[in-house]
């Protein structure tokens, strides 16, 4: 089968490190997982009302980046906005009617509103990447934290995290709270911080449809029974990501198909793969002549081969 995958230019590699957004994707999909991080694919052209919601989130991180870096500096985080905004998200092109425009305006709002709560911290790190190993739980987690804090009253370390929203139902934050993201957040930054216990942290949204922008925060908190609890199903999940790696590793037929998650959130990138009768090696060609390599490095936060 190695062969096989070689003649379409497929060459699967297991992860060195795995972080919340594979692990969730394995969760999700199995076989997508094996697509986008065994044989590192994605789509070999950009589609644009896709990436837009990640443009923007993206963006939305320099700037946030770039004005916690500089004390709280709006003229930095205007020309982080500068160097860093996707042009093609215009009114006329984006259903929510973003624009640079209101990405400056937001960050006026944001400044006007979080500014006095922001003099309570003290911020440690800003954009923590993090590959850490724990002999004591046996895990290794990598990924990146937006910031670590010091709440100056308490004394206490909290983890920050930056996030941009255009659709926020009742479950919004529940999802966030029990998602394995954030006790993995708090997880890591607890053994970067020798000495210190970390528990908290923060979720700082930026809220923005077509009508409205607004921002909100939310705290959560994981004690040791939490984070005992997310090691313990992390650990299940890894083991069984490990057996398909180890058995199944050039073998993209035994990797689950999970069919509720083709059409959640828009359709899945791999779709068109899907969608193609497996007969022979049809799906192979799709994915060789369609897809391109794009290996993603959760130590560093990008993918190699990734479009400008
Ligand atoms: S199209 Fe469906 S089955 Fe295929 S990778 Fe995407 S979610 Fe999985």
């Known amino acids: 089968m190695k062969d096989v995958l070689e003649r379409y230019g497929l060459i699967p590699r297991r992860p060195e490190v795995i972080d919340s957004s594979m692990?969730?994707?394995?969760?999700?999909?199995?076989?997508?997982?094996?697509?986008?991080?065994?044989?590192?694919?994605?789509?070999?052209?950009?589609?644009?009302?896709?990436?837009?919601?990640?443009?923007?989130?993206?963006?939305?991180?320099?700037?946030?980046?770039?004005?916690?870096?500089?004390?709280?500096?709006?003229?930095?985080?205007l020309v982080a906005m500068e160097q860093n905004?996707?042009?093609?998200?215009?009114?006329?092109?984006?259903?929510?009617?973003?624009?640079?425009e209101r990405m400056a305006e937001a960050l006026f709002t944001y400044h006007d509103k979080w500014e006095s709560q922001n003099a309570e911290y003290e911020v440690l790190r800003n954009e923590q990447f993090f590959d850490v190993y724990s002999e004591e739980d046996d895990l290794r987690w990598a990924g990146r934290v937006d910031q670590i804090r010091r709440r100056k009253r308490t004394r206490r370390i909290r983890v920050w995290d930056h996030?941009?929203?255009?659709?926020?139902?009742?479950?919004?934050?529940?999802?966030?709270?029990?998602?394995?993201?954030?006790?993995?957040?708090?997880?890591?930054?607890?053994?970067?911080?020798?000495?210190?216990?970390?528990?908290?942290?923060?979720?700082?949204?930026?809220?923005?449809?077509?009508?409205?922008?607004?921002?909100?925060?939310?705290?959560?908190r994981y004690d040791a029974f939490r984070k005992a609890e997310w090691i313990r199903n992390v650990k299940t999940i890894l083991d069984r990501m490990d057996f398909m790696l180890t058995n199944h590793l050039y073998d993209p037929g035994a990797w689950e198909l999970n069919w509720n998650e083709c059409t959640r959130y828009g359709a899945c990138t791999y779709l068109p793969v899907h969608?193609?009768?497996p007969r022979g090696d049809t799906r192979l060609r799709v994915l060789g002549n369609d897809y391109k390599i794009s290996r993603w490095d959760p130590r560093r936060g990008t993918s190699e081969g990734d479009e400008e």
């Open 23 to 77: 692990l969730k994707m394995f969760m999700d999909c199995p076989s997508k997982f094996y697509l986008r991080y065994v044989l590192g694919l994605i789509r070999a052209y950009k589609d644009h009302v896709d990436a837009a919601k990640f443009d923007w989130g993206t963006c939305w991180h320099y700037v946030m980046e770039a004005y916690y870096s500089n004390e709280l500096s709006l003229p930095h985080a």
């Open 85 to 100: 905004y996707p042009e093609y998200i215009t009114p006329s092109r984006d259903r929510h009617h973003r624009s640079k």
């Open 163 to 220: 996030k941009t929203s255009s659709a926020m139902g009742d479950l919004y934050f529940t999802s966030h709270e029990l998602g394995f993201q954030f006790p993995g957040y708090v997880w890591a930054s607890d053994q970067v911080t020798p000495g210190e216990v970390v528990e908290e942290i923060t979720i700082d949204v930026m809220y923005m449809i077509a009508k409205t922008t607004d921002f909100f925060r939310r705290t959560f």
């Open 275 to 277: 969608n193609t009768a």
